[in-house]
């Protein structure tokens, strides 16, 4: 069965950097895009962009650009936030694109917490 | 690319039925079907309800339906039950070929 099986909850000081992992198995992990969404505390979803898992080849959304990089390495995605911020507090979800149309999201990660606090 | 805009609360008794919104623009829900629903319990990850406006995925249950018009996308759900309490949130695929989330929108089964 497909899982996506994310990293555990993190706490940094702004400034520090964090990376989170996605590891995905129960299907060919080349054949869906991953998608990143950030959810802040009380607040909604936030599409934050998506890797080609073929090519390796990163999209990010408005927002998401300069401290935010994706990455991949075999059947695993990564996440990695630099100078985090108070703001970052957040939990970050993978989600898999099904692939057949355009952003549909069949399966998610479990969500990995990050807290930015001095 | 701003939000998508839903209500931020709809209710309904059990066995009823509601209906949340999803306004967007021409450049997102108006120009394409390509609208997707998640469910969200508390503390949960996302589930999928509907993609490509009214598609549901296998597992989901028929009592969910959705449909557009115009820039405004919606989702029904029949037979309100008490496991559908949750937040829900619509998104679409936008002409900068990028994703957009709804504001999204409680369901509280009174």
């Known amino acids: 069965q497909v899982q996506l099986v994310q990293s555990g909850s993190e706490l940094r000081k702004p400034g520090a950097s964090v990376k989170v992992s996605c590891k995905a198995s129960?299907?060919?992990?080349?054949?869906?895009?991953m998608n990143w969404v950030r959810q802040a505390p009380g607040q909604g979803l936030e599409w934050m962009g998506w890797?080609?898992?073929?090519?390796?080849n990163p999209t990010y959304a408005q927002g998401f650009t300069g401290r935010f990089v994706f990455s991949l390495d075999t059947s695993t995605a990564y996440l990695q936030i630099s100078s985090l911020k108070a703001e970052d507090t957040a939990v970050y979800y993978c989600?898999?694109?099904?692939?057949?149309?355009?952003?549909?999201?069949?399966?998610w990660g479990q969500g990995t917490p990050v807290i930015v606090s001095s | 690319q701003s939000a998508l805009t839903q209500p931020a609360s709809v209710s309904g008794s059990p066995g009823q039925s509601i209906t949340i919104s999803c306004t967007g623009t021409?450049?997102?829900?108006?120009?394409?079907?390509?609208v997707s629903w998640y469910q969200q319990h508390p503390g949960k990850a996302p589930k999928l309800m509907i993609y490509?406006?009214?598609d549901r995925p296998s597992g989901v249950s028929n009592r969910f339906s959705g449909s557009k018009s115009g820039n405004t996308a919606s989702l029904t759900i029949s037979g309100l039950q008490a496991e559908d309490e949750a937040d829900y949130y619509c998104?679409?695929?936008?002409?900068?070929?990028?994703?957009?989330f709804g504001t999204g929108t409680k369901v509280t089964v009174l």
């Open positions: 890797i080609n898992t073929n090519t390796g």
């Open positions: 998104s679409s695929y936008t002409s900068s070929s990028t994703c957009v």
């Open positions: 021409t450049s997102d829900v108006g120009a394409y079907n390509y």
């Open positions: 129960g299907y060919m992990f080349t054949s869906y895009a």
């Open positions: 490509d406006v009214n």
């Open positions: 989600a898999r694109d099904e692939g057949s149309t355009w952003y549909n999201f069949d399966y």
